[in-house]
């Protein structure tokens, strides 16, 4: 068993690798959509004018519109918020599973109760905090 997880693990470290190293030959040197003016296009990327032929050019991975620490902080109260929301949903949904499946069992049906509640409660706090949150970031960035 050691051996066949051994090569397992090896098939996919191979095929990572071989992925990784042939994706930049891939790339070919057209910007879609085309480059602005005074881009240039670098290894399908338009980067600005003056950038060294072959340069990786880095672009924000993020919205376009977060340009200050503000901004940046909400956007990642709100993917948090959004974690912990699809897990009280989650739990909630299990609860509800354990609920079904407790078969008139008392003490798992309280059980079961206790826990719907909660995650019932806890997807109240992360709406009420993202509402909380949305108005408080768009007061630091001035777009209240």
């Known amino acids: 068993m050691k051996k066949l997880c051994f090569i397992?693990?090896?098939f996919l470290g191979f095929i990572f690798l071989l992925g990784a190293?042939?994706?930049?030959?891939?790339a070919a040197d057209t910007c879609q959509p085309?480059?602005?003016a005074g881009e240039i296009c670098s290894n399908g990327?338009?980067?600005p004018a003056g950038t060294a032929p072959g340069a990786v050019c880095l672009t924000n991975p993020l919205e376009s519109n977060i340009n200050s620490v503000p901004s940046l902080v909400?956007?990642?109260i709100k993917a948090v918020l959004g974690i912990i929301g699809?897990?009280?949903?989650?739990?909630?949904v299990r609860a509800g599973g354990n609920y079904l499946f407790a078969y008139g069992n008392a003490e798992k049906i309280s059980a079961a109760t206790?826990?719907?509640?909660?995650?019932?409660v806890g997807i109240v706090i992360?709406?009420?905090s993202y509402f909380l949150l949305n108005v408080i970031v768009r007061f630091l960035t001035g777009s209240l």
């Open 8 to 10: 397992l693990v090896s």
């Open 74 to 76: 909400g956007q990642v």
């Open 34 to 36: 085309a480059c602005l």
């Open 45 to 47: 990327t338009c980067c």
């Open 86 to 92: 699809a897990v009280a949903l989650i739990i909630f």
């Open 21 to 26: 190293f042939s994706v930049p030959a891939l």
């Open 126 to 128: 992360v709406f009420a």
């Open 114 to 120: 206790k826990s719907m509640l909660w995650a019932a």
